[in-house]
């Protein structure tokens, strides 16, 4: 899941990609491959900043074999220019969420007054 959903993937006992990110850094993977993701992303996930050159994403049904590992890190890009619209419509999504929590912290800020 996102990064900012990490109480409801808590709560669904699934990962944050930063998270399963660190898994694999504190494991010392020579290369993270993240795969299965949350349904709500039905064409590509939502990447974070922790994708580096030794990360990359893999889709049900795709075959990837060991030497293919240096080309994966380089999807992000180009996944996000063929789902342009599908991309935008998530980050859209991620604003008003960060939006919606931080209205919701201020309004506690207020009451506890």
Same mark, same amino acid.
């Given at each position: 899941m996102e990064d900012d959903l990490i109480d409801e993937a808590r709560r669904k006992a699934h990962s944050t990609t930063s998270q399963a990110i660190e898994v694999g850094r504190k494991m010392n993977a020579k290369f993270i491959m993240l795969n299965h993701f949350s349904q709500r992303y039905s064409k590509v996930p939502l990447f974070s900043d922790d994708f580096t050159s030794n990360v990359g994403v893999s889709f049900d049904n795709m075959r990837v074999?060991?030497?293919?590992? $240096? *080309?994966?890190?380089? /999807?992000?890009? $180009? *996944?996000?220019?063929? /789902?342009?619209?599908?991309?935008?419509?998530?980050?859209?999504?991620?604003?008003?969420?960060?939006v919606r929590k931080q209205l919701e912290m201020e309004e506690k800020k207020l009451k506890q007054r």
């Open positions: 074999r060991p030497r293919d590992l $240096p *080309l994966l890190p380089l /999807f992000p890009n $180009p *996944l996000r220019a063929m /789902f342009a619209d599908h991309y935008e419509e998530m980050e859209g999504k991620r604003t008003k969420r960060q």
